[in-house]
């Protein structure tokens, strides 16, 4: 049986999420991997695994035939200065892509803005109010463009606030590393990182050219709320709150300009993919029961 080749721009934990999926499921696997970092060999799950360097600056000339060979390439690595530097080393470099069954372009549901906490689904205007968000939907537009171009498959997730065993609001609570803002209807949507790489799996044979997804769990909430059942769970008082005038950090600040709650119906009938944490309180049970 041939090996399935995968590329990932990027190994952060959504392609290393995706990747111990296709382990677990016992697919034989030729992989690689970019980091920015010159080009070495890595040790993951038990695989050996080259990455190559790949920068705005430099890039290994190796990763050329790589490439045009892959299966599957994931994309993670997010815009640089307003551009999306794999799209443009693809139009520059790259002439065909042989076997390639899917690009998947992982964005952010930062390219809505603020719909003042009402709902979006993939239809809706996107007009971001961040510099995430605009630097995001216009590495969208470079990739649809990019894909009608070269006729490469390409799918889009946009996905929400990601949170996993090593990165929750649990681990920040306990090391007292949260500041709630007090924003009147303030919502968000999240994703465990596990319910991505399930989907990711599961669009390995289910795939539509030129599509995107809204990749979010059922149940947006505000940060109070999601930061008031973590501290019950670990049986710490509330975290107190503050107001955003108060707030120092630009980043903080960019994150409560958005208010909305986003839609994941088109995903769950598209993929018929049954979240592993639906809402915040399965993941949250589950982090705080394995690893607390």
């Given at each position: 049986?041939?090996?399935?080749?995968?590329?990932?721009?990027?190994?952060?934990?959504?392609?290393?999420?995706?990747?111990?999926?296709?382990?677990?499921?016992?697919?034989?696997?030729?992989?690689?991997?970019?980091?920015?970092?010159?080009?070495?060999?890595?040790?993951?799950?038990?695989?050996?695994?080259?990455?190559?360097?790949?920068?705005?600056?430099?890039?290994?000339?190796?990763?050329?035939?790589?490439?045009?060979?892959?299966?599957?390439?994931?994309?993670?690595?997010?815009?640089?200065?307003?551009?999306?530097?794999?799209?443009?080393?693809?139009?520059?470099?790259?002439?065909?892509?042989?076997?390639?069954?899917?690009i998947t372009y992982l964005s952010a549901t930062s390219v809505y803005g603020d719909h003042k906490g009402g709902w979006?689904?993939?239809?809706?205007?996107?007009?971001?109010?961040?510099?995430?968000?605009?630097?995001?939907?216009?590495?969208?537009?470079?990739?649809?463009?990019?894909?009608?171009?070269?006729?490469?498959?390409?799918?889009?997730?946009?996905?929400?606030?990601?949170?996993?065993?090593?990165?929750?609001?649990?681990?920040?609570?306990?090391?007292?590393k949260v500041q709630i803002v007090d924003k009147k209807n303030h919502f968000f949507s999240r994703i465990h990182v596990?319910?991505?790489?399930?989907?990711?799996?599961?669009?390995?044979?289910?795939?539509?050219?030129?599509?995107?997804?809204?990749?979010?769990?059922?149940?947006?909430?505000?940060?109070?709320?999601?930061?008031?059942?973590?501290?019950?769970?670990?049986?710490?008082?509330?975290?107190?709150?503050?107001?955003?005038?108060?707030?120092?950090?630009?980043?903080?600040?960019?994150?409560?300009?958005?208010?909305?709650?986003?839609?994941?119906?088109?995903?769950?009938?598209?993929?018929?993919?049954?979240?592993?944490?639906?809402?915040?309180?399965?993941?949250?049970?589950?982090?705080?029961?394995?690893?607390?």
């Amino acid at each position: 049986m041939s090996k399935t080749k995968v590329f990932c721009f990027g190994f952060g934990q959504v392609a290393e999420s995706f990747i111990n999926k296709l382990i677990n499921e016992k697919k034989d696997l030729d992989l690689s991997v970019t980091s920015r970092q010159e080009t070495h060999q890595i040790e993951f799950n038990n695989i050996k695994i080259n990455s190559y360097q790949f920068t705005e600056d430099k890039c290994d000339d190796s990763i050329k035939k790589k490439i045009e060979e892959a299966d599957y390439i994931l994309v993670s690595i997010p815009p640089i200065d307003g551009q999306d530097i794999v799209a443009n080393y693809l139009n520059a470099n790259i002439k065909k892509i042989i076997n390639c069954k899917w690009i998947t372009y992982l964005s952010a549901t930062s390219v809505y803005g603020d719909h003042k906490g009402g709902w979006v689904n993939e239809d809706s205007v996107t007009q971001p109010t961040t510099d995430n968000g605009m630097s995001r939907l216009e590495a969208e537009k470079t990739w649809k463009s990019l894909s009608n171009k070269k006729n490469y498959p390409l799918q889009i997730f946009r996905l929400a606030g990601i949170y996993s065993n090593e990165f929750n609001i649990l681990k920040r609570l306990k090391s007292d590393k949260v500041q709630i803002v007090d924003k009147k209807n303030h919502f968000f949507s999240r994703i465990h990182v596990e319910d991505i790489a399930n989907i990711l799996f599961k669009s390995l044979d289910n795939f539509k050219n030129n599509e995107i997804y809204n990749i979010c769990d059922d149940k947006p909430a505000s940060q109070i709320e999601v930061a008031a059942y973590g501290a019950k769970l670990l049986k710490l008082e509330k975290p107190n709150s503050v107001k955003l005038e108060e707030v120092e950090s630009q980043m903080l600040r960019n994150f409560y300009k958005d208010s909305k709650k986003v839609d994941n119906k088109k995903m769950k009938e598209f993929f018929n993919h049954k979240l592993k944490y639906p809402t915040y309180v399965e993941g949250l049970n589950y982090i705080f029961n394995n690893t607390f």
